[in-house]
């Protein structure tokens, strides 16, 4: 079965299979037998609110709401467009030989939200989706989802059952829709989530891939014959045997979904997770630093396995929350790293660079002085300057020249161990600007002046000579 892989716009998935075809509009679809489609596109959960209802009719529809829609961003002849997902998956259908059966898997945010209305969509089709129709979803684990689904051959049953433990912390539900008749099976997290201990996993994950194997066992025997490319293969009774490594997996992804679907009731579900050992929180802490939650941000910093990593602090400087930063900060694991401080400094912020600066671990290197030059703002370089690790080369200097501005220029003329050099001079007159040649020059001949002057005291010093007794006057001896 061919594999197919449909990118929205702004989408960074890589695709390392060259047997997987690449394509961007629907126009580009394959017409014939069933293929084997991953869609990854930016989506939203839409409802749709019929109007001319009556009071009934509204009545009906606000305690009974209609299911919501999948709209996915995607590229169009025109440039992009939105499409709702029976839209794009009767699009897919109608390009496929009738009988035959396509599998659509869905990477999107929301994707869950695509399982509403499969009795609206033509033909046969199995449909995968990675998430709730209520929740978002992450790159990284849409990236991790479809490498782990296209790195080898194996059959889509195969899949599911070598990678079930974590499509249970994705909340993945899998629909067969054929001859007109739709079977679903849904796994949740849930439970998960709210476990004291690790050892209640295996358990829960043996029932849950036990209710699968049922599932699938009565739709292969009514189907197999009718469509072998999708049931060609018996699934294995028994779940894979897992290692204590592949568990806490289990736990990370499901916390790392949950705190990126925040809500009032996450926290203490987080809480729980948290008293299991060896979680992995580095997204969590991420996803809690781009929401501004303080709260969430201290509760993953407290956790005693996390490490923080300078990806996150970069986060967490652009966010600009400095309460947050400062409990980042703050956290044994941190180490400034030198792009940290580029981000710091591009940032603007006196109060977040300074922050940044006050770390034991900060070291000032001479690009981000170059760093602080270029971005122009009078606070934000004094404050670099002041550091305890600033060293200023010429180079500085050639940077601040061709820069421009009289007042940093005089700010890094003015740092205590400045030495201006002829070739500065002749940096100076290259920018044809009056008044920064006349600047770097009266700094030239106030250090040309300096070192005059150090120079005359060290000749002076060496023509004071002590007195030597005349010969034959000596000194007793002893």
């Known amino acids: 079965m061919q594999k197919i892989l449909f990118k929205g716009p702004n989408i960074s998935m890589k695709n390392e299979n060259p047997d997987i075809k690449e394509i961007k509009t629907l126009a580009d679809l394959p017409s014939g037998t069933g293929s084997e489609y991953f869609i990854n596109a930016h989506g939203s959960e839409f ?3 019929p109007t001319n209802l009556g009071l009934w009719g509204k009545i009906k529809s606000y305690f009974m709401p209609e299911p919501s829609y999948l709209s996915m961003s995607i590229f169009s002849d025109e440039g992009t467009t939105s499409v709702l997902d029976i839209t794009m998956l009767n699009k897919i259908q109608n390009n496929t030989i009738a009988n035959q059966c396509n599998i659509v898997h869905i990477f999107s945010c929301h994707s869950g939200a695509a399982q509403h209305h499969l009795d609206w969509i033509q033909g046969n089709m199995v449909l995968c989706t990675y998430n709730k129709a209520s929740d978002a979803n992450i790159v990284r684990l849409a990236q991790s989802n479809y490498d782990a689904r296209t790195k080898n051959d194996f059959l889509l049953i195969e899949y599911i059952r070598d990678h079930f433990h974590l499509l249970v912390a994705s909340d993945f539900s899998i629909s067969y829709k054929l001859d007109d008749q739709i079977y679903s099976f849904s796994l949740s997290a849930n439970k998960i989530k709210k476990m004291k201990s690790i050892a209640e996993l295996p358990a829960f994950l043996h029932k849950e891939y036990k209710a699968f194997v049922k599932f699938y066992k009565n739709i292969h025997a009514k189907y197999h ?3 072998p490319e999708i049931f060609n293969l018996n699934i294995e009774t028994k779940p894979k045997e897992l290692t204590y490594d592949d568990l806490i997996r289990v736990f990370s992804r499901a916390l ?7 809500n009032k009731l996450s ?3 987080i809480e729980t997770m948290l008293n299991q050992k060896g979680l992995y929180t580095d997204i969590s802490i991420g996803n809690a630093i781009e929401q501004g939650n303080s709260e969430l ?5 407290n956790y005693g396995n996390t490490k923080v990593s300078n990806y996150n602090l970069d986060k967490a400087i652009e966010k600009g929350d400095l309460a947050i930063l400062k409990a980042v900060l703050e956290h044994s694991t941190i180490k400034i790293e030198s792009y940290n401080l580029d981000k710091a400094i591009e940032k603007g912020d006196l109060a977040i660079l300074k922050a940044v600066l006050e770390h034991s671990t900060t070291k000032i290197e001479l690009y981000n002085l170059d760093k602080a030059v270029e971005k122009g703002d009078l606070a934000i370089l004094k404050a670099v300057l002041e550091h305890s690790t600033t060293k200023i080369e010429l180079y500085n200097l050639d940077k601040a020249i061709e ?3 009289l007042a940093i220029l005089k700010a890094v003329l003015e740092y205590s161990t400045i030495e201006v050099g002829s070739s500065n001079i002749y940096t100076a007159e290259e920018t044809h600007n009056l008044d920064v040649i006349e600047l770097v ?3 030239y001949n106030s250090t040309i002046n300096t070192i005059t002057s150090e120079e005359n005291t060290i000749d002076t010093t060496l023509t004071v000579v002590e007195e030597v007794p005349a010969l034959g006057e000596g000194t007793e001896g002893v």
Do not use: A, I, Q, W
Request: charged letters at 30%; aromatic letters at 22%.
């Open 47 to 49: 409802f749709y609110k």
């Open 267 to 269: 926290l203490s579900k």
């Open 297 to 301: 941000v201290m509760c993953l910093l």
């Open 225 to 227: 014959k009718s469509y």
């Open 403 to 405: 820069k421009g501005d």
């Open 256 to 262: 790392t979904l949950e705190t990126y679907n925040f």
């Open 441 to 443: 020059k009266k700094y």
